[in-house]
T-cell receptor
Framework: KNEVEQSPQNLTAQEGEFITINCSYS?????LHWLQQHPGGGIVSLFM???GKKKHGRLIATINIQEKHSSLHITASHPRDSAVYIC????????FGTGTSLTVIP | KAGVTQTPRYLIKTRGQQVTLSCSPI?????VSWYQQTPGQGLQFLFE???????NKGNFPGRFSGRQFSNSRSEMNVSTLELGDSALYLC??????????????FGDGTRLSIL
């Protein structure tokens, strides 16, 4: 049983496309995190959400606490957005989704 | 401000040996969490330390242990290494505990290979 489900697993987009990655979770949480991992391993925290919506540049993250669902949107995608995006939910510990591997083609 | 520093970056060990990994958090951060990442299992939570006390622990055997020092630096130890322990080990720091709703800052990880 996976506490966090992400979809899609893999995503290929043309430069400029609007991208959505989804995350559903089944545990009680205090916050949901969206992480970005580039080849080589380094992880960057993009967003931390406990309600509503956050925007940073071309990235938008939303969360619906009642439905236990979050989405990460990338507007006007660019090849440098190519990375693995991981959803993580935190309470007493962190549970991670399996990640979405995004490739943006020029 | 310096980021989270993990040492060493790469490590090769053989089965049965033990290993100690180090993590220096961002200055002022009191929480350090450890994670294991493998191709098969993805990212999994190992444990969290806050103010030298283990606050939370994931579902890993007792061979995996850790500690945190008074300067918030943390070490993780794995004894009796198994082939399945080959993984990228990541640590992350934050000012407060994991459920204090503060973002985590990750190190670049230690890649451990078991031969």
């Amino acid at each position: 049983k996976n506490e966090v489900e992400q979809s899609p697993q893999n995503l290929t987009a043309q430069e400029g496309e609007f991208i959505t990655i989804n995350c559903s979770y089944s545990v009680g949480i205090s916050a949901l995190h969206w992480l970005q991992q580039h080849p080589g391993g380094g992880i960057v925290s993009l967003f931390m959400l406990s309600s509503g919506k956050k925007k940073h540049g071309r990235l938008i993250a939303t969360i619906n606490i009642q439905e236990k669902h979050s989405s990460l949107h990338i507007t006007a995608s660019h090849p440098r957005d190519s990375a693995v995006y991981i959803c993580a939910v935190g309470g007493n510990q962190f549970y991670f989704g399996t990640g979405t591997s995004l490739t943006v083609i020029p | 401000k310096a980021g989270v520093t993990q040492t060493p970056r790469y490590l090769i060990k053989t089965r049965g040996q033990q290993v100690t990994l180090s993590c220096s958090p961002i200055s002022g951060h009191r929480s350090v969490s450890w994670y294991q990442q493998t191709p098969g299992q993805g990212l999994q939570f190992l444990f969290e330390y806050f103010s030298e006390t283990q606050r939370n622990k994931g579902n890993f055997p007792g061979r995996f242990s850790g500690r945190q020092f008074s300067n918030s630096r943390s070490e993780m130890n794995v004894s009796t290494l198994e082939l399945g322990d080959s993984a990228l080990y990541l640590c992350a720091s934050s000012p407060g505990t994991a459920h204090s709703n503060q973002p985590q800052h990750f190190g670049d990880g230690t890649r451990l290979s078991i031969l």
